[in-house]
Antibody, heavy 119, light 110 residues
Framework: EVQLVESGGGLVKPGGSLRLSCAASGFTFSSYSMNWVRQAPGKGLEWVSSISSSSSYIYYADSVKGRFTISRDNAKNSLYLQMNSLRAEDTAVYYC????????????WGQGTLVTVSS | QSVLTQPPSVSAAPGQKVTISCSGSSSNIGNNYVSWYQQLPGTAPKLLIYENNKRPSGIPDRFSGSKSGTSATLGITGLQTGDEADYYCGTWDSSLSDVVFGGGTKLTVL
């Protein structure tokens, strides 16, 4: 069974940093591109970043470029999101999601981890 | 403002059919595959449709997808109260080099 479990969320002050993790199991993690998608309270989905299976290709939404860094450790079946210079508008539930491999569709999602940026 | 435009809400009676539209442009829907997601209250999104009209295993054929030009449509037949959820379309935007989502449509089964 495919499982994605996020962790690392919490309350952080504006300007602070946080590192999210996503532990993957039930599939060959190293064969899939992975993504982070966030959802602000009461709002829609917003794609944040993606990373290819071998980390060769990395993309970021303009809203996080230069502040967030996506990475992965295929030996540990884990995906990460380092978030720096956090702002109030980064407050959201952050989901990790597996890329199905075609057409930027995400076939498995974690349960999400809440990041709250507030003083 | 979302790059893809969806109606904020749709409603229909149990057993009826509903369609949800998703409008974009040549840089996204017009030249890329569209996917659709269902998000039940308090849960993570779930993939319903990928590559415009394909269903992952386990998704009933009550759910269908289509695309024409720069618009896509999700259809749901035989509506059930359990279908009440938010529905999102998504695709790649070649100009932005981003994955983009619609703003979401809240389905109410009356």
């Amino acid at each position: 069974e495919v499982q994605l479990v996020e962790s690392g969320g919490g309350l952080v002050k504006p300007g602070g940093s946080l590192r999210l993790s996503c532990a993957a199991s039930g599939f060959t993690f190293s064969s899939y591109s992975m993504n982070w998608v966030r959802q602000a309270p009461g709002k829609g989905l917003e794609w944040v970043s993606s990373i290819s299976s071998s980390s060769s290709y990395i993309y970021y939404a303009d809203s996080v470029k230069g502040r967030f860094t996506i990475s992965r450790d295929n030996a540990k079946n884990s995906l990460y999101l380092q978030m720096n210079s956090l702002r109030a508008e980064d407050t959201a539930v952050y989901y990790c999601a597996r890329d199905i491999g075609v057409g930027s569709a995400f076939d498995y999602w974690g349960q999400g981890t809440l990041v709250t940026v507030s003083s | 403002q979302s790059v893809l435009t969806q109606p904020p809400s749709v409603s229909a009676a149990p057993g009826q059919k509903v369609t949800i539209s998703c409008s974009g442009s040549s840089s996204n829907i017009g030249n890329n595959y569209v996917s659709w997601y269902q998000q039940l209250p308090g849960t993570a999104p779930k993939l319903l449709i990928y590559e415009n009209n394909k269903r992952p295993s386990g998704i009933p054929d009550r759910f269908s997808g289509s695309k024409s030009g720069t618009s896509a449509t999700l259809g749901i037949t035989g509506l059930q109260t359990g279908d009440e959820a938010d529905y999102y379309c998504g695709t790649w935007d070649s100009s932005l080099s981003d994955v983009v989502f619609g703003g979401g449509t809240k389905l109410t089964v009356l």
